[in-house]
């Protein structure tokens, strides 16, 4: 149900008073708890993007991070010279499965981080089908997956020391397997979805 369908239900069954207590104090609770995945996903697909960008020589210098561009924007001269604004585009339009591939294969996304983070990009994907829902169990593991991601993106964009960033790759691989285990039984005990009416 969308947050204007909602609304309107909320409408139809409350009095006056209640429904502007609704608008005021649930609606955005609801409405974040709605949005939050989308948020999270966001995030996981920042940071799979900046990671991907570091690895194929668009930032110059390290510390650099563009995470938004305008097509027409022109850069700060600052960091005019710092960055590929060739490869920032070309890799801006990847298709997000291309930009996972491509850490796996330079071995930046090890096998349990790659499959954790494809796992989230199929849930994230039935946004595009005609009636969709989020399962319970879909959202804990988008909300897991940022967090694994954030550590691999901290060993990749943010660590020089080579050891520290093994050490962070291998703890987001050892988590990105506890949460695949979790996963797959959280999904074997869950409800069966419910069957959309008419």
Known sequence: ?????????????????????????????VGKFL???LSDF???QSYITQMVMKHKGVFKENGLVLLSLDRDEKLPEEISGKIDLEAYWKIEFWKFK???????KHEILKDFSYELIDEARK???I?????????????WLISQTK????LI?????????????????????KRAQEILKRYEQLKSTAPPPAVPGP
Request: hydrophobic share 35%; aromatic share 10%.
């Open 1 to 29: 149900m969308s947050l204007g369908r909602l609304r309107k239900v909320a409408k139809l069954n409350l009095c006056e008073k209640c429904y502007k207590t609704y608008l005021r104090v649930i609606e955005p609770s």
């Open 35 to 37: 949005f939050e995945p």
């Open 42 to 44: 966001g995030e996981i």
């Open 98 to 104: 291309d930009k996972i591939d491509y850490l796996q």
């Open 123 to 125: 849930i994230r994907n």
């Open 127 to 139: 946004l595009h089908k005609y009636e969709y829902k989020f399962t319970e169990q879909g959202l």
């Open 147 to 150: 967090s694994v991601t954030s």
């Open 153 to 173: 993106n901290q060993a990749v964009m943010w660590t020089s020391d080579k050891e520290w960033a093994t050490r962070l790759l291998n703890a987001a691989e």
